[in-house]
């Protein structure tokens, strides 16, 4: 029976759980968040389904769940402020510290910040009955949202800035330079600015799914989910371009190796030559493992982010909002107003247009893990030894009244102790 003759069946303008938009304002919150593309009755009456709608779609332990990734934000933003405490106070021969560190660990700490505001917040998902709350009409929400955009296009922007500077050092042989250091500084702090400003102006955000913001449906594809992809991808194929260079030399100078013995000495002087090649290639390139982890960890988290997410928000909107694609969800409506709202009996048809809740939780766990992977490939156990020299000068200044013996720090004169590498 066609969905539209069984309401009207019912002789009620909306069967439970559905809900009659003439009954709501046609203000506030996420209009175009509605799901209300039920179909118009005879009688002209529209039907929408309740908010918040993961509520509906995943079972009770789906909040429970949820707080999961929020947890580990909280810890990543822990090791996040440590790090960067760390890199601005402690001497940088002790931490190693560089400005493509420093500027992959604040995007990053945003990221952990948008999932861990919701623990304390506990922000209300919907601004009424049938409607989720947007940036307008929620401040934890523009609050995540903000932090969401830039935390994810400034990692994966940052994380491309990496792989490039180790391309050029690697591949061509050339130390990038204060040009490129102004640069990158420049460049991640403005770009992710300037795509926050466009999705803020085109789109804006609300609740999709959990208790983080994230952009809207309307062009989000073209002001922030294909860029996050463009660039995570640009740094992927810059870093296997550099991998697969060093097999090269490794390759080409295990060949010529073998041929040495039947040169004569010319030969063998440029063949010792390349083996310097290989050598300095090879070292720089094992000091850089670090560098390759943190980028592939971040181009993970972000494409799982992506594709969940945005596969998630394609299906609701695609069968929900167009009445040409409601035969998916037409059996799990009738099953709702059959039996008032029995969402565990009618969960089992689900599966059609929803993602699966493992998915979305395991999306949410890698971003929320990026932190502290970042965490344990950039700490230094001498950090911790420089941090207790630090606390005894302090309180041998406090207890003593004579000043501490002064001490470089990564604050005064960093280019003297800058290192060649991001992970030297």
Not at 54 to 73: H, I
Not at 86 to 94: G, I, M
Not at 289 to 294: A, D, E, K, S
């Amino acid at each position: 029976m066609p969905l539209g003759r069984f309401l009207n069946d019912t002789n009620v303008s909306c069967t439970p759980p559905l809900l009659d938009v003439t009954t709501f304002s046609a203000t506030g919150g996420y209009q175009p968040g509605r799901y209300c593309g039920l179909g118009s009755f005879e009688d002209g009456t529209t039907c929408c389904f309740p908010c918040p709608l993961q509520d509906w779609v995943y079972p009770p332990e789906w909040k429970q769940q949820l707080r999961v990734p929020n947890y580990l934000s909280i810890l990543s933003v822990i090791l996040c402020v440590f790090l960067l405490l760390s890199f601005a106070v402690l001497p940088p021969e002790k931490t190693h510290r560089h400005y493509l560190s420093v500027g992959l660990l604040v995007p990053v700490l945003m990221i952990s910040l948008s999932f861990s505001i919701p623990v304390g917040v506990d922000p209300p998902l919907c601004y009424d009955a049938i409607t989720p709350h947007d940036m307008k009409s929620d401040s934890s929400c523009a609050a995540t949202g903000v932090l969401v955009a830039l935390g994810g296009l400034g990692s994966v922007f940052w994380v491309f800035l990496r792989s490039l500077w180790l391309h050029i050092r690697i591949v061509w042989d050339r130390d990038p330079g204060k040009k490129f250091k102004w640069a990158s500084i420049t460049s991640g702090t403005v770009v992710p600015i300037i795509f926050l400003v466009a999705l803020l102006a085109a789109t804006g955000f609300s609740y999709r799914m959990g208790q983080t913001c994230l952009p809207n449906r309307e062009n989000a594809i073209v002001t922030f989910w294909v860029w996050l992809v463009v660039f995570a991808v640009a740094a992927f194929i810059l870093q296997a371009v550099t991998t697969g260079y060093c097999f090269y030399v490794y390759a080409r100078t295990l060949r010529r190796e073998r041929r040495s013995r039947h040169q004569d000495s010319l030969q063998r002087g440029q063949q010792k030559k390349k083996l310097e090649t290989w050598t300095n290639v090879k070292k720089l390139f094992v000091l850089q493992w670090r560098n390759i982890l943190v980028s592939i960890f971040t181009i993970i988290g972000s494409i799982s982010f992506f594709i969940v997410f945005w596969t998630q928000d394609s299906k609701l909107g695609h069968v929900f909002n167009d009445p040409n694609n409601l035969k998916p969800v037409k059996t799990w409506l009738i099953c709702q107003a059959l039996s008032r709202g029995d969402k565990k009996e009618c969960r089992n048809y689900v599966s059609g247009f929803t993602v699966t809740r493992e998915s979305v939780l395991a999306s949410l766990i890698l971003a929320s893990l990026v932190g502290i992977e970042i965490f344990i490939l950039l700490f230094r156990s001498a950090m911790f030894g420089a941090w207790i020299d630090l606390f005894k000068r302090l309180f041998h200044h406090a207890r003593t009244g004579r000043p501490p013996t002064p001490q470089l720090t990564s604050l005064e004169n960093p280019d003297r102790y800058l290192p060649n590498s991001p992970e030297k």
